[in-house]
Structures are given as structure tokens and as C-alpha cells.
RNA sequence: GGGCUCAUGGUCUAGUUGGUUAGGACUUCGCCUUGACAUGGCGAAGAUCUCCAGUUCAAAUCUGGAUGGGCCCA
């Protein structure tokens, strides 16, 4: 093996697994089968850290079952329906939606998704990502936009879907209703209008505060709190609005602040959310004083055809003229805006399309219960947003870049025409329908342009990766899929919407797992924004240490935490690398395929370093198998590097010499070499595939240890752990005396005395401690001939803590008081009375206490190491 | 305002069921070119485990409260 060459290797294995197509779901073969339910990823916008770390989650999954032996299906899949794409067009091509021919934006948008898809692959390439391009899905394909027509014909025909008129969000720049999900809510400044209104029959006057003057034409309600003793006297009386001189009723409710403003609120439709309550609350009929562009109504009267901008402006002038407006102030207010262009959001009374979803929230919660969710906590979530659901889905949008929704309406009566299934996929506003008229008044047919919202595509991934209505035998195969990984930020949306979808659908849930994975900050802890200009790119990282450099960092991120990104870790991942490389060059010329030894042939070192490893590969196996990838690299490092190679390859290095050959210690590299490099290979398989290839595959025998097969546990011996344990710190013990002394590590040293009871567990490990430590000699005695001085009694708490419970605290500190050396030999020889302060006596025993000592020689100290109750005493050659 | 979650040396973190000296990485300093690795090895320094209260012989760990991040929602 040569210089460590990362660039050259991580291209080499790319290339080979793409040209070999390893990780291909076989729809033929007769292993377990595992399903991915991928998320498609997004063609707009570039690769950001928190996908780089997601989509290596979801590879670690699928490439710990290729290794497992199961059948993965992981599709590459990409996301391309509705605005981010259709706002990014308008900005490339410098153009407006509503103003360009439809079916000419719908090319330009997906030419826009042809180009990023092509990014996408070469992104997820670099990343080495195992998924199948050979069932690659993009969501604006054919076939997928055929699946959801389907999907919503059933559950037309099921009557779970029903078009009515029903307040919306509406975004009046996009000129469509949002998902609840799609408004944002922030904090703005706004003013604030004091207005008379008059009362009726009475001369006075009522001041109400709005920041909303436009929308007094719609006022419905005026209300004060009941705990308002000024304005108590207006319940039950009538307000006369100004300008339109409408009669509305006034009366008490609990939900109005009487500290904001005057006291006295008017209900109007419909102004915010706390408006929409209202008007549930006392059935209030719904006025739109605006239409879908934002521009105000005939209700509006003077000011129709006006915006609502200058509507508001217009109306303070007139009020101001007529004396009507004592007073303006600023006002913070929490206004929801767009998702997407942050443009304020209104409520309008629309007719939309609703699929029924309060009706299945239990169904929904039940479901939720049946699955593995990895963190657990992420369940509660999504328990408390169903819990909170107050409406049902609107699934249309007034939108182009999305699937069609399949029908055809009647100009006249209104009648609706469903597309057949078997012509899906349509388009309505370029297909004809099936019949050519109306079939209850003969009158023409429109195709209906709104389109689906995309979470309508987006929640039947798991049917379409299953090949639902596309082959049910082996979709009946499939489902449920095995994983659905997903970010925390869409559990309300994607997670959601799926199971209910695969609630009406199938019935049951749509997989047995579900990983959500947390939010990557930035290093400076805040999350990453352009505009704070903490935005790390991951792509940068990647061209600076690697592929596997990169993944080594995402395994230590654990599923579901939000961590900050620190550059170093990455730095720490390349490092890992060149160890790993260096420990298979090193112990390279020493394999020689798997040999077969009799466990009694075995040293200590290789017994202990053996049962390590078997309980390491139960471990890993269990900790993958959990999605606790944070624990398989720490635990697989901590292993190769600081037991392997640190203190197993250090104590038989004086083995390794090429006259004879080690039966023992060729069995222990290379079960434990190509072990470890195996499970390793999920993480990092760049470096360990080319590792694998150019030491262990001809004895192992496959194309590429990314599909080879997973260690087996092996033979465990408490008992050599412990002898072992003593071993490695007798040998680390003295080579960090070295050290210090500095001394080189390959000094010579004349003898190496090993006195005390734990000698038992070095016979027959002599040669190797002679052998690494240079020593001449090497002896163990039980006891010593020199002169151990006690120097200090350290009590063992987990054992005097129980036994004496609370006079543990009193014993340890009358133990800390007194000189070691006075109670030492009491202790020795049997126990010690401690008397407390109560008057009673205690007795401490031997095995409650260290005793730690210091050897002394003609009362000086000798050169000696203390490792536990053992002493090394350490001859110098010539000393 | 609500739900979930996190808080451990200067920085980033580990810490299963409470129990010897809170583990590691980065940084800093010192030593070492030891048969693969100086992108290495050894050592030193550095933490009243965010704060307050409680349970307990014993709390980073359990309970309650406070404060401050993150995600989502209102």
C-alpha cells in the first residue's frame, strides 16, 4: 500500500459503484426486502449543509441494509412541483407568472428543473450516496402526477373531498390560497386608528381602534370585555359604523383585551385569525371587501377597485376630513405573510377543494402510535398538531407548476365531470374531458385550472415507491415501506399529510420507521442566514477534505439534535482517514487471509483484543439498526484507534516480523482488520472499499465491501478482558515512564519486577512485555521484598455509601483526617474501628478502601510505576 | 403566548439504570522522529456539569421552578 491518495480513490469508487450499478433494488430477488421512503429533494436552491447531513443520515440506513444482506430499495428522487420553482423562474427569466402564456411558464419550469436535477445527482454523487438511479422518480413526471389524480378520484369517490366556500389564506401577490403551513408569522409595526363610531340612540360617542380601517364595509360585531366597567353600558346597544352607517350589535366577550385600545373591538371579515373565531362563534356571514389580486370590492363602496394600501390611505383622509380620527399611534402586530414572498396574507372566502382531515385524527394519532419513531419525542409533535387541528386540508391552489386537478366544471349549472382513471394522467386545461358536454344541462365544459397543493404529491411517496397501481402484486410485496426519514420541520406536513393519505388509502401506516433529523447551525450556534453571513457551503467542504472526511462529521451528528457545524470535526474525520489508512498499511504485510487457530493457541493480547471486538460488533450492529450513527463512529473509533491500534498493534509489534509466521496474531488482524473496516464502510466507503480491494478482497471475496457480507460476533472471555486490561496498562504505565523521563520508547531496560496479588493475570503474557518494552528480563512476585509505604486510603464509595448510608459522608471524612500510614496496617490485617460521633463504632474493611502506596528503599522512593495494586519496579541498563 | 428540545473546561461535545479521579475532540504549553502514521505518540494546564430549591447516605444524572438557545405553532 502507498501514500493515502483521497481525491484519486473518492473518485475511483464513485465511478465504480455507479458503473457496477451495486446498489440496484432487484425487483426478482428473494431477499428481505428494505424500502427507503426517500425524501425527494428540491430542485431549487443549492446544496445546504443541513441536506448534506440529512441525505448522509438516510445513507448510512440504506447502506447498513446493503451490507446486511437485504434487497434496498433507495430511489434517487427529486422534487419539483409548485412556487420556490415557479419564483425562481420568474426571477431567471425576468418574467410574471399570471402574465406569461400558461403552457409556456410550465416549460420554462421544468426546463429549470431539468437543469438542477442534473446538479442534484452529481451533488449526491459526491456525497457517495448509494441511491438507485434505476428508479429514479421526479414528482412532475407522468406517472407520479397520474398516481395523484388517482389518489384524489378514490378519495373523491370515497366522498372525503368536497369543494366549498370557506376563508382561506390568500397571498394576494401569488393570487392563492396557503396551507396554514405556508404562512409565516412576525412581528411588525402598524398603526394604530382610534375612529368614532356613533351609538345608536344616544348621543355619544365609541372610540374603536383598528389598524385595519379598509375593512369597516365588512364590520359584523362590536365587542367589549364583561370585565369593563366603563364601556359596561354599551352591551346590548347598537354601533353605528362611520362612512357606511351600518348597525351592528355590541357585545361582551371574554377573548377582548380591554387594555388594547379603547376597550371596544369591531369584528370584521375579516380582518385576522381572531376575526375568524368570531365569526364561527356567532355565525357571522363572510364579506369579502377585497378580491384574489388584493383589490377592494363594490362592498368597499367609495374605495372599490382601489388596493388595500390605498383603500386604508383613502379612508384615513376621509375619516380625518370628517373629524372622525382623534388620534393615531404605532402598534406592534404580529401579521402573517407569504412563505415565499413575505407578502402580507389576507382571508378571503374562496371556493377551494378540502380533503376531510379533522374526521381522521384519531385514525391519524393511532397510527402515529404504530410506529418507531427515532428520536421518540418527535412523536409528540405530531401528537400535539393533530390535537390542535381546527380545519380540514385545502388541497387546491391557484397555481401552474403543479399536477392538475382532474375535473371539468359546468359554466352553467356548475356540475362536476371527473377524468376517468385509466385516461390519467390529464391536464384539464389542454385535455378534453370525457363527455363532451354537461350531462345535466348540455352546456359547455371548462377543466378546471387550479392545481393540487404540493404535499397532495409529496404524501403518496411511499405508494409511488411501491409501485401502487403500477404493479399491486409486488406493491402488496412492499408495503409498508421500512423508513420514512424526514427533517423535524415537516412532521406537521409531509409526516402528517402521508399518514393520513395512507390512512384512507391503505388503512394502516405507510412504514414501520420513522428517523427525523434535526437542523444544522451554523459554528457560531445561530442558525445560518445569508443575510448574517454564517453560511457555511457544503460543497466547499467537500472539495477540501472529502467525501468521507464529510460523512465521517454527519455520523457524529446525532439524529434529531440541532448542532452547530464546526469546521475542525470535518479536519478530525480526513485525520481519521490517514489513520485508517496507515493501520491497514502497517498491518498489511502480516494479513494473510482468515486463519484458522484454536482459541487456546491465542495469546492474552489477542483473546483480549478478540472479545472486545465481538462485543463491539453486537454493539454497532444494534446501535445502526437504532439509527445512533453519533455512537457507532465514536464507538468504532475509539476502538480501531486507541485499542487496536494504540495498544494491540503496539504490543505485538515485536510478532510481526517476517521469519515465522504468528498463526494468533494473522487470525487476530485480520478477523478484527477486515471487521472493523466492514462496519466501518456504511460511514466511510470510499477509503475502505479501496482498502478492502487491495487487502482482504481476495480472500473475501466480493465486488466491494459496501455490499459485502456483516461480521459476526465471535468468541467472548470475561476473564481476558481483565487479564488484558492489566496487561495494556502495565505496558502503557511504563511507556508513558519513558516518556516522561524521555526516554526513547525503544530504550533498553535490564528488568521489569512486577510485584503484587494481580501478578497471576500476566503469567504467560511475559514474552510480550518483555518484547514491547525492551526489557531484558521480566519478573512477577506476589509479594515484594521492598518496603511499601501507604501514602493515602481512598474509600470506595459505591461500596461505604450503601452500607452505611448516611454516616458514609462522617467515615469518609474521619478517613481523609487520620495519616495513612497509622491506619493502614489495621486495615491490612483485618479492619478498622472508626468511632462517630453519635458513640457508635464502625467497622471499615479492607475491600472498602484503596490503598495506595509508594515503594521506598533505604527510605527513598524507587523508580516505580503503580498501576492499580500493582507496583513495577523498572532497572535501568547500567544503573 | 403554547408544544417539543437543548444547556457539561476558552470552543464543540460523551455521559445507559443516581455511586471511585465527569470521558473525548479542538486550542494552549512541554517532551518524544519509537519497526504504519508528526494528519503521529506521551504528558501538563483548563469544568463549583446555566442558576435556585427539593428528594437521597450519595445528583451532571431524578423532581419542581427560573434564565438562555433551537425547531415548530399561535
Known amino acids: 500500500m502507498n501514500q493515502y491518495d483521497r481525491e484519486a480513490i473518492e473518485a475511483k469508487w464513485q465511478k465504480n459503484w455507479e458503473q457496477w450499478e451495486l446498489y440496484h433494488f432487484d425487483k426478482q430477488s428473494t431477499a428481505p426486502v428494505y424500502s427507503v421512503d426517500n425524501p425527494p429533494r428540491y430542485a431549487s436552491g443549492p446544496l445546504h449543509v443541513g441536506h448534506a447531513t440529512h441525505y448522509t443520515h438516510i445513507d448510512f440506513a440504506a447502506r447498513f441494509r446493503w451490507q446486511t444482506g437485504y434487497n434496498v430499495l433507495f430511489p434517487l428522487c427529486v422534487d419539483v412541483n409548485g412556487m420556490p420553482i415557479e419564483v425562481n423562474v420568474e426571477k431567471k427569466h425576468g418574467i410574471h407568472m399570471r402574465d406569461t402564456p400558461r403552457q409556456e411558464f410550465l416549460r420554462l419550469c421544468k426546463e429549470f428543473a431539468d437543469e438542477n436535477t442534473d446538479q442534484i445527482r452529481t451533488q449526491f454523487n459526491l456525497l457517495g450516496c448509494c441511491m438507485d438511479p434505476s428508479i429514479f422518480y421526479r414528482t412532475d413526471a407522468e406517472q407520479y402526477r397520474r398516481l395523484t389524480q388517482i389518489t384524489f378520484l378514490k378519495l373523491y369517490n370515497e366522498g372525503l373531498i368536497y369543494k366549498g366556500l370557506a376563508p382561506v389564506n390568500w397571498c394576494p401577490r401569488c393570487g392563492t390560497a396557503l396551507a396554514d403551513a405556508e404562512v409565516e408569522y412576525a412581528d411588525r409595526e402598524s398603526i394604530l386608528n382610534y375612529i368614532h363610531f356613533g351609538v345608536s340612540g344616544q348621543d355619544e360617542d365609541a372610540i374603536v381602534a383598528t389598524t385595519r380601517p379598509e375593512l369597516i364595509c365588512t364590520c359584523q360585531l362590536a365587542a367589549v370585555s364583561p370585565k369593563d366597567e366603563k364601556l359596561a353600558h354599551l352591551i346590548g346597544k347598537k354601533l353605528i359604523t362611520p362612512i357606511y352607517g351600518k348597525e351592528v350589535d355590541i357585545i361582551a366577550d371574554d377573548k377582548v383585551d380591554p387594555e388594547f385600545g379603547t376597550g371596544l373591538v369591531m369584528i370584521c371579515s375579516i380582518g385576522d385569525k381572531d376575526d375568524l373565531d368570531w365569526i364561527y362563534k356567532h355565525n357571522l356571514p363572510v364579506e369579502n371587501a377585497m378580491d384574489g389580486q388584493g383589490i377592494m370590492t363594490n362592498i368597499a363602496g367609495d374605495y372599490k377597485g382601489m388596493t388595500i394600501k390605498d383603500a386604508r390611505a383613502a379612508i384615513i383622509e376621509d375619516l380625518k376630513k370628517q373629524g372622525l380620527l382623534p388620534k393615531q399611534e404605532k402598534a406592534e402586530q404580529s401579521v402573517g405573510s407569504c412563505w415565499r414572498c413575505k407578502t402580507f396574507i389576507e382571508f378571503l372566502q374562496v371556493p377551494q377543494w378540502f380533503l376531510k382531515t379533522l374526521d381522521a385524527r384519531e385514525e391519524v394519532l393511532k397510527i402515529a402510535d404504530e410506529l418507531n419513531w427515532y428520536p421518540e419525542f418527535m412523536k409528540i409533535r405530531l401528537q400535539n398538531w393533530v390535537n390542535s387541528l381546527n380545519r380540514d386540508w385545502v388541497i387546491s391552489r391557484q397555481r401552474y407548476f403543479a399536477t392538475p386537478i382532474p375535473i371539468w366544471e359546468c359554466n352553467s349549472c356548475g356540475d362536476i365531470i371527473l377524468a376517468k382513471e385509466e385516461d390519467c394522467y390529464v391536464d384539464p386545461t389542454v385535455d378534453e374531458p370525457p363527455v363532451p358536454e354537461c350531462p345535466e344541462c348540455g352546456e359547455q365544459l371548462a377543466g378546471c385550472e387550479d392545481v393540487f397543493d404540493t404535499w397532495m404529491d409529496s404524501s403518496i411517496s411511499p405508494l409511488y415507491i411501491t409501485y401502487w397501481q403500477q404493479d399491486n402484486e409486488l406493491h402488496e410485496k412492499l408495503w409498508p415501506c421500512s423508513l420514512r426519514p424526514q427533517g423535524q420541520d415537516i412532521i406537521r406536513t409531509w409526516a402528517f399529510y402521508t399518514i393520513l393519505r395512507s390512512h384512507y388509502l391503505k388503512g394502516g401506516k405507510p412504514w414501520n420507521d420513522i428517523m427525523v433529523d434535526g437542523f444544522i447551525l451554523a459554528p457560531d450556534g445561530r442558525p445560518m442566514h445569508a443575510s448574517d453571513g454564517n453560511v457555511i457551503d457544503p460543497l466547499d467542504l467537500l472539495e477540501k477534505y472529502g467525501s468521507d472526511a464529510w460523512r465521517y462529521y454527519s455520523s457524529t451528528v446525532t439524529i434529531g439534535e440541532d448542532v452547530a457545524i464546526q469546521e475542525k470535526d470535518i479536519l478530525h474525520g480526513q485525520r481519521f482517514c490517514t489513520k485508517l489508512w496507515n493501520i491497514h498499511k502497517f498491518i498489511s504485510k502480516t494479513i494473510a487471509g482468515p486463519v484458522e487457530v484454536d482459541w487456546s493457541q491465542l495469546r492474552t493480547s489477542d483473546r483480549w483484543l478478540l472479545t472486545q471486538?465481538?462485543?463491539?460488533?453486537?454493539?454497532?450492529?444494534?446501535?445502526?439498526?437504532?439509527?445512533?450513527?453519533?455512537?457507532?463512529?465514536?464507538?468504532?473509533?475509539?476502538?480501531?484507534?486507541?485499542?487496536?491500534?494504540?495498544?494491540?498493534?503496539?504490543?505485538?509489534?515485536?510478532?510481526?516480523?517476517?521469519?515465522?509466521?504468528d498463526d494468533a496474531l494473522a487470525h487476530t488482524l485480520y478477523t478484527v482488520g477486515l471487521g472493523t473496516l466492514k462496519m466501518l464502510a456504511v460511514i466511510i466507503p470510499h477509503i475502505t472499499d479501496e482498502i478492502y480491494e487491495q487487502l482482504y478482497k481476495e480472500f473475501d471475496g466480493v465486488q466491494s465491501i459496501t455490499v459485502s457480507e456483516?461480521?459476526?460476533?465471535?468468541?467472548?472471555?470475561?476473564?481476558?478482558?481483565?487479564?488484558?486490561?492489566?496487561?495494556?496498562?502495565?505496558?502503557?504505565?511504563?511507556?508513558?515512564?519513558?516518556?516522561?523521563?524521555?526516554?526513547?520508547?525503544?530504550?533498553?531496560?535490564?528488568?521489569?519486577?512486577?510485584?503484587?496479588?494481580?501478578?497471576?493475570?500476566?503469567?504467560?503474557?511475559?514474552?510480550?512485555?518483555?518484547?514491547?518494552?525492551?526489557?531484558?528480563?521480566?519478573?512477577?512476585?506476589?509479594?515484594?521484598?521492598?518496603?511499601?509505604?501507604?501514602?493515602?486510603?481512598?474509600?470506595?464509595?459505591?461500596?461505604?455509601?450503601?452500607?452505611?448510608?448516611?454516616?458514609?459522608?462522617?467515615?469518609?471524612?474521619?478517613?481523609?483526617?487520620?495519616?495513612?500510614?497509622?491506619?493502614?496496617?489495621?486495615?491490612?490485617?483485618?479492619?478498622?474501628?472508626?468511632?462517630?460521633?453519635?458513640?457508635?463504632?464502625?467497622?471499615?474493611?479492607?475491600?472498602?478502601?484503596?490503598?495506595?502506596?509508594?515503594?521506598?528503599?533505604?527510605?527513598?522512593?524507587?523508580?516505580?510505576?503503580?498501576?492499580?495494586?500493582?507496583?513495577?519496579?523498572?532497572?535501568?541498563?547500567?544503573?
Open 613 to 661: 471486538y465481538s462485543r463491539l460488533v453486537k454493539e454497532i450492529t444494534r446501535d445502526y439498526e437504532e439509527f445512533h450513527f453519533d455512537r457507532v463512529i465514536r464507538k468504532l473509533e475509539a476502538f480501531i484507534w486507541h485499542v487496536f491500534a494504540d495498544h494491540y498493534i503496539e504490543m505485538v509489534k515485536y510478532r510481526m516480523n517476517d521469519d515465522e509466521q
Open 710 to 879: 456483516w461480521p459476526e460476533p465471535g468468541i467472548e472471555e470475561d476473564i481476558e478482558l481483565t487479564r488484558g486490561d492489566v496487561l495494556k496498562d502495565i505496558i502503557s504505565a511504563v511507556r508513558n515512564w519513558k516518556s516522561e523521563q524521555g526516554l526513547a520508547l525503544s530504550a533498553e531496560l535490564e528488568i521489569i519486577e512486577i510485584i503484587g496479588p494481580r501478578i497471576e493475570y500476566l503469567m504467560g503474557s511475559e514474552l510480550d512485555i518483555a518484547g514491547t518494552l525492551k526489557a531484558k528480563n521480566v519478573l512477577l512476585m506476589a509479594e515484594a521484598e521492598v518496603i511499601e509505604t501507604p501514602v493515602e486510603i481512598k474509600p470506595i464509595h459505591a461500596i461505604i455509601g450503601p452500607k452505611f448510608k448516611q454516616y458514609a459522608s462522617e467515615i469518609v471524612k474521619k478517613l481523609a483526617a487520620v495519616e495513612a500510614a497509622e491506619i493502614a496496617p489495621a486495615l491490612e490485617s483485618g479492619e478498622l474501628d472508626i468511632e462517630l460521633s453519635n458513640g457508635e463504632t464502625v467497622k471499615i474493611e479492607r475491600d472498602m478502601v484503596n490503598i495506595i502506596k509508594v515503594p521506598m528503599l533505604d527510605g527513598k522512593e524507587v523508580k516505580s510505576v503503580n498501576v492499580g495494586d500493582l507496583l513495577i519496579l523498572i532497572g535501568q541498563e547500567a544503573d
